[in-house]
C-alpha cells in the first residue's frame, strides 16, 4: 500500500468521527473508533483477517444504524432494508477492490480473499450478539451492566480478532 493510499485511507476512517451524534442504534462514537482503528490497522500492517472483522462489524453497526434512522422518521420504499445492505456492502467492498487491496493472490484463506471471509464472519458475528443484547435488554427491561450495549458486540470481534492472529500466525 502506498503512502498516498494510507494517508487517504487514514483520513476516510477519521472523518467518521465529524457526524458522530447522540447515541442511536450502535454508539455512533464506538463506530468512528472502530473506523479509524481500521485505518490505523492498515498502516500498522495488521493481518487482512482480523482488519475484515472490524470492517464487517463496522458495516452491520452502519447498517443498524441507518435502518433505525429511517424507521425514527417513518421513511419506507420497497425492498428498503435489502437495498441499504447491498449498498453498504458495496461501499466497504468496491473501493478497497478498486485500491487492489482485495482480490490479491496471495491475500487468501481457505481459498477465499482474507477481506471478503473475515468481513462476513465478523458481520455474522457483531450481529448476533448486538441482536443478543436487543433480546436480552427487552426481556430484563434493562442492561445487565454499564455500556453493555457497547462491550457486547465488540465481544465476539475480540475473541476472533484472537483467534484469526494464532490461525494466520
Known amino acids: 500500500m502506498t503512502a498516498l493510499n494510507k494517508i487517504k485511507l487514514s483520513f476516510a476512517s477519521l472523518t467518521g468521527l465529524f457526524f458522530a451524534s447522540v447515541a442511536q442504534a450502535v454508539c455512533p462514537v464506538c463506530i468512528a473508533g472502530v473506523t479509524a482503528g ?10 487482512d483477517t482480523i482488519t475484515g472483522l472490524w470492517i464487517g462489524g463496522l458495516t452491520v453497526a ?3 444504524w441507518t435502518i433505525d434512522w429511517l424507521n425514527k422518521r417513518n421513511i419506507s ?8 445492505i447491498i449498498a453498504y456492502y458495496a461501499l466497504v467492498i468496491w473501493p478497497l477492490r ?8 496471495y491475500h487468501k484463506i481457505w481459498g477465499m480473499d482474507k477481506l471478503i471471509l473475515t468481513i ?12 443478543w443484547y436487543r433480546v436480552s435488554r427487552e426481556k430484563r ?4 451492566f454499564r455500556y453493555q450495549k457497547v462491550v457486547w458486540p465488540l465481544i465476539p470481534l ?12
Open 38 to 47: 481500521v485505518g490505523l490497522a492498515r498502516w500498522l500492517k495488521i493481518d
Open 62 to 64: 452502519l447498517i443498524t
Open 77 to 84: 420504499f420497497p425492498a428498503r432494508n435489502l437495498l441499504i
Open 98 to 105: 478498486s485500491i487492489e487491496v482485495i482480490g490479491h493472490q
Open 120 to 131: 462476513f464472519i465478523g458481520s455474522i458475528a457483531f450481529y448476533l450478539f448486538e441482536k
Open 141 to 144: 427491561g434493562k442492561s445487565l
Open 158 to 169: 475480540t475473541v476472533l480478532s484472537i483467534v484469526f492472529y494464532f490461525l494466520t500466525r
